[in-house]
């Protein structure tokens, strides 16, 4: 989609790719750009588990004051704030609808906070395309992805109101930030939710953007949700591109990256940082660049937050406690997670869907675990914040040699990097490296050996049976929906005891 400017302008309108413009001429300037991503509706503090004593920081009451003193210190012509993506999906905030859809309470949070635009990232459409489409409709800030179109063809965007690019000025420059969203949208959401899109690739798209803005502006900022690898390959492929703000990868840089002239710039996850990136700009080129990452510890800044972000935090802090904290069960030991193969979380989540079945074998996605079990008391905001996705949970029917080819996907997973290791239970398997490649030693389910002429039953949630190309490699047969959602068979699980670690991996290398 290619949305035209009207030189000076503050606001990207729809029309014909304007004519080329003289370069902006411009003295030395100072330009501060605060930055954060991957807030996943966390508005409230939690854990910091890389600080010692794992104290709950963030929220939006300190990035509210951390933005009130970057603009006390440096006035507020020259702060722009910007967001990377995923605002939504993490905790029961998402269980509210404002402003016409679920979720909508972020965008209380973020306009509040002074955020000047934000990107759509991938958990945007975790609810549907409905309930996106009410939540760009709702913000008052620009919503910007470049690169989701309509799929008629007619260069328009995938959702009404979103925008490819927008032109803000800030001491004295003009800066076009345009927005990018993940590639892989098709298969990290369901398929119903990106049907009314085409989404385009991103290096093809930011080299019509840059095309587009840069005889208008000062500066070129991509704000991207695709990851800091995707933002280095972006970087090196496209010149013309000032400075990245990335998200999707949940990467905190606390020092910046640089390719070739472009800056990138990333702000972890949870609304626990704020990105400050401070840079002087003569004649559109960046003369100097600094960046720091601030741990957002509660009362931690001179000057103080908004009242009207402090008012939000603390209505909707007791709208989630009354219904999300009480009790259910008891954690022994902290369970966490491993992306690249299975863990704690990872067992006696599969466990947990195998038991509410009442199948042979579950199987879970780790990336559907969004945080771990912490030792003590557990309470429903607990395991909300672990499993925040609507999933249900499904019955289906595996053959034994689907189930080898799953295990190989694992082990090649846990080899090589690149691909989630499903998360199993009810499976054992012993596997080695053998030419370079992984070879299955041997595997039972329960105590049998695989058979694979047999068929198993097995359960796993809708995501992953929704994408099963992706996610499993075979086409799960004789689905079955259950009655239940993953966080209430999780609710279940829970009451039946202490929870703790479940012992041994399913998958072990054989050296």
């Known amino acids: 989609m290619i949305i035209g400017l009207l030189v000076g302008s503050l606001v990207a309108c729809s029309g ?49 004051a951390h ?5 006390k210190t440096h006035g507020t012509d020259k702060v722009l704030v910007l967001d990377g993506g995923d605002v939504l999906t993490g905790t029961p905030l998402m269980e509210f609808e404002t402003r016409g ?46 690169n989701l179109d309509a799929v008629d063809g007619s260069g328009d965007p995938g959702i009404r ?54 005889p208008q502006v000062d500066l070129v900022v991509a704000l991207t949700h695709i990851g800091i690898e995707q933002d280095e390959a972006l970087a090196e492929a496209v010149p013309g591109i000032d400075l990245i703000v990335g998200g999707h990868s ?33 004649d559109g080129q960046i003369q100097g660049f600094s960046s720091s990452l601030r741990d957002l510890i509660p009362g931690n800044s001179e000057v103080q937050p908004s009242a009207e972000v402090v008012s939000l935090q603390a209505r909707w802090t007791e709208e989630v406690s009354s219904r999300f904290d009480q009790g259910v069960g008891v954690v022994t030991d902290t369970l966490g997670r491993r992306p690249g193969a299975d ?64 295990l190989l996907r694992n082990a090649t997973a846990e080899l090589e990097g690149g691909r989630s290791a499903m998360q199993m239970s009810g499976v ?29 039953t097995a359960a796993t949630n809708s995501y992953i049976i929704d994408r099963w190309s992706y996610n499993l490699g075979f086409e799960p047969r004789n689905t079955v929906p259950m009655s239940g959602t993953v966080f209430e068979a999780a609710q279940a699980m829970a009451a ?7 012992p041994n991996p399913r998958m072990v290398r054989v050296d």
Not at 67 to 71: F, K, R, T
């Open 101 to 146: 859809a679920r979720g909508g309470a972020m965008l209380d949070f973020m306009e509040e906070a002074g955020v000047d635009a934000w990107v759509l990232g991938n958990h945007e459409f975790d609810l549907g395309y409905a309930n996106i489409a009410a939540l760009v409709d709702a913000s008052r800030i620009p919503v910007l992805s470049a």
């Open 496 to 502: 039946k005891g202490p929870i703790s670690p479940p």
């Open 343 to 406: 863990s704690p979380l990872g067992r006696w989540s599969a466990d947990m869907l195998r038991d509410f079945a009442e199948v042979q074998v579950g199987i879970y996605n780790p990336g559907g675990l969004r945080s771990d079990l912490v030792k003590g008391e557990l309470s429903r905001r607990d395991l909300y914040e672990i499993y925040p996705f609507s999933n249900t949970v499904v019955r289906f029917e595996v053959s034994g040699e689907e189930l080898i080819g799953l």
């Open 428 to 456: 054992r398997c012993k596997w080695r490296v053998r030419a370079g490649a992984p070879e299955i030693i041997e595997a039972h389910v329960g105590t049998t050996v695989i058979d694979p002429d047999a068929t198993y």
């Open 161 to 214: 109101g979103l925008k490819d690019h927008h032109i803000f000025e800030r001491s004295g420059l003009k800066i076009g930030v345009f927005g990018l969203t993940t590639h892989g949208l098709a298969h990290l959401t369901s398929g119903s939710a990106t049907e009314n899109m085409k989404v385009r690739k991103v290096q093809e798209v930011a080299v019509e953007q840059v095309a587009i803005l840069e």
């Open 250 to 282: 949940h990467t905190p840089l606390y020092e910046p990256r640089k390719v070739g002239s472009t800056w990138i710039v990333q702000a972890g996850s949870y609304a626990r940082y704020l990105g400050v990136a401070q840079m002087t700009v003569k």
């Open 67 to 71: 933005v009130n003193a970057l603009e």
């Open 16 to 64: 014909s790719r304007p004519p080329p413009a003289a370069a902006v001429e411009a003295d030395i300037a100072h330009l501060v750009v605060a930055h954060t991503n991957d807030l996943h509706a966390h508005f409230s503090p939690n854990r910091a588990s890389w600080l010692p004593g794992q104290p709950d920081i963030g929220g939006f009451v300190e990035i509210s």
